[in-house]
């Protein structure tokens, strides 16, 4: 085992109440087990960063954004996301990381400056973030796996089941724009919704509406949270 830790910037607002938040060191432990490193999260709320970068972000060699929303502060999670996206660190977003992954790309890839999540912003005219068909709260499901993306790489199956506790996700009015390139959907589920999103040109940009840590809860490492980690240690710090 390697001793210098591997620093993940976990952004959000810590809740011990949160079930995802008590499984995300978990994984990123059990994550380190399989690659012989120490994979060690270190916790940034999104109000620190409402202001702009910190330090302490800038130090981490990933930056997962984590289940949770709304945030303390939106623009202090778009901060965070846009740093990853832009100076090509690793990143890892679920359930509420990934709508706000999506938020961050719509406004300053995709020209949508307007653009909005539905929960903090009902009648925003641009709402990129809308609530589910059905809502995904403790609800289990398949995803179908896009060929060729980083997410069949990491499972090397085209069919998953995954666990959520989700409301909101991909308004369907705006996937065309938004995933016509760079950004690809790379999982669905049965009904052809979309349920994760990647950067093609980007070391390691993904972000899943599903919660993958939760593998942890039950000892077992999740083939994203090992990939993402697997990033996070070829990267270097600051």
């Known amino acids: ?18 079930t995802a938040h008590r499984a995300i060191p978990l994984a990123l432990a059990l994550a380190g087990r399989v690659l012989g490193v120490r994979v060690v999260g270190e916790w940034v709320g999104t109000d620190t960063l ?7 972000l800038i130090a981490c060699q990933g930056i997962w954004c984590v289940p949770a929303s709304p945030y303390r502060s939106e623009a202090g999670a778009l901060v965070a996301i846009r740093y990853a996206r832009e100076r090509r660190r690793p990143f890892l977003g679920t359930c509420g990381g990934f709508q706000h992954a999506v938020l961050e790309y719509a406004r300053h890839v995709a020209g949508l400056t307007g653009a909005a999540h539905q929960e903090t912003s009902p009648d925003a005219a641009e709402p990129v973030i809308t609530p589910l068909a059905c809502g995904l709260v403790e609800q289990e499901g398949d995803i179908l796996i896009a060929p060729g993306t980083r997410l069949a790489h990491a499972y090397l199956v085209d069919r998953a089941t995954e666990t959520y506790h989700c409301r909101y ?3 369907p009015r705006f996937e065309s724009l938004l995933t016509s390139g760079p950004l690809r959907v790379s999982a669905r589920d ?7 999103i990647e950067l093609d040109d980007h070391p390691f940009f993904v972000a899943t509406l599903f919660q993958p840590e939760r593998a942890a809860l039950e000892d077992r490492a999740h083939p ?13 710090p600051g």
């Open 1 to 18: 085992m390697i001793e210098t830790p591997v620093r993940v910037a976990l952004v959000g607002d810590h809740d011990s109440e949160v």
């Open 190 to 196: 049965a009904n052809r919704e979309v349920r994760a």
């Open 224 to 236: 994203i949270v090992s990939a993402f980690a697997a990033a996070a240690a070829m990267t270097a």
């Open 169 to 171: 996700g991909l308004n």
């Open 50 to 56: 409402a202001g702009g970068l910190t330090p302490e």
